[in-house]
């Protein structure tokens, strides 16, 4: 089984209607986050959580709201969808390594929600 | 802003081949460069990643070459291989936060 786990995998939805993209992770991490993905553009970071009562805005936060239901689920809503949010949507996962300066923070990513906003 | 400019956008190498994909920081405050392989309806996945205190990493055909006073880094993949082909970001973070800043991504095509 997979360990972050994205649903649904493909939406395609209307301006204006409010949509919501789960994930759930089996890795124990206490941390999760949600990007998207664009041509060109790379990955930009939306929101961040360190665990269920820590969250933080990304770079490009305006117009997403998250929840963090539990350490192992982490939600991202866009409350009115616009065509410009028209992405690959990836939640990922780390495990806290401390302070240490050179500890390092792989993320496991989930395999990706394309959304289409019409 | 990007605070991470990689390039080139696509690659085309022949199998065998070295390519190689460059990536250039602004902030010095950055301490832990990853690089991400992500196949097509899949998500990213760490390569390899190196710290600013030395000036090289390999890992197999990977190796990753740091130059901190010039503040860029680079990927280069010997001995090429079809199931190479994949898109790569570079990536840097910093401080205990460890968010990550991603370039833009390359596109490498390896022919048979």
């Known amino acids: 089984d997979a360990d972050v786990t994205q649903t649904p995998r493909n939406r395609i939805t209307k301006t204006g209607k409010r949509i919501m993209l789960e994930c759930s992770q089996t890795?124990?991490?206490?941390?999760m986050y949600w990007y998207r993905q664009d041509p060109g553009l790379g990955l930009r970071l939306i929101y961040y959580?360190?665990?269920?009562?820590?969250?933080n805005k990304g770079e490009i936060s305006d117009g997403y709201s998250v929840s963090r239901q539990a350490q192992a689920k982490f939600s991202l809503s866009l409350e009115s969808a616009i065509p410009n949010q028209t992405a690959l949507y990836f939640c990922?996962?780390?495990?806290?390594?401390?302070?240490?300066?050179?500890?390092?923070?792989?993320?496991?990513f989930g395999p990706g929600t394309r959304l289409t906003v019409l | 802003q990007q605070q991470v400019k990689q390039s080139p956008q696509s690659l085309i190498v022949q199998k065998g081949g070295i390519p190689i994909i460059n990536c250039a920081y602004e902030?010095?405050?950055?301490?832990?460069f990853p690089w991400y392989q992500q196949f097509p309806g899949k998500g990213p996945a760490l390569l390899i990643a190196?710290?600013?205190?030395?000036s090289e990493k390999k890992e197999g055909r990977f190796t990753i070459s740091f130059n901190k006073s010039a503040k860029q880094f680079s990927l280069h993949i010997m001995d090429s291989q079809p199931g190479d082909s994949a898109t790569y970001f570079c990536?840097?973070?910093?401080?205990?936060?460890?968010?990550?800043?991603f370039g833009s991504g390359t596109q490498l095509t390896v022919l048979p």
């Open positions: 990922a996962t780390s495990a806290n390594y401390g302070t240490v300066p050179w500890s390092y923070n792989e993320q496991f």
């Open positions: 890795k124990g991490h206490d941390r």
């Open positions: 959580s360190f665990d269920v009562k820590d969250i």
């Open positions: 902030n010095t405050a950055f301490d832990y």
């Open positions: 190196i710290r600013p205190d030395v």
């Open positions: 990536a840097a973070s910093r401080g205990s936060a460890r968010q990550l800043t």
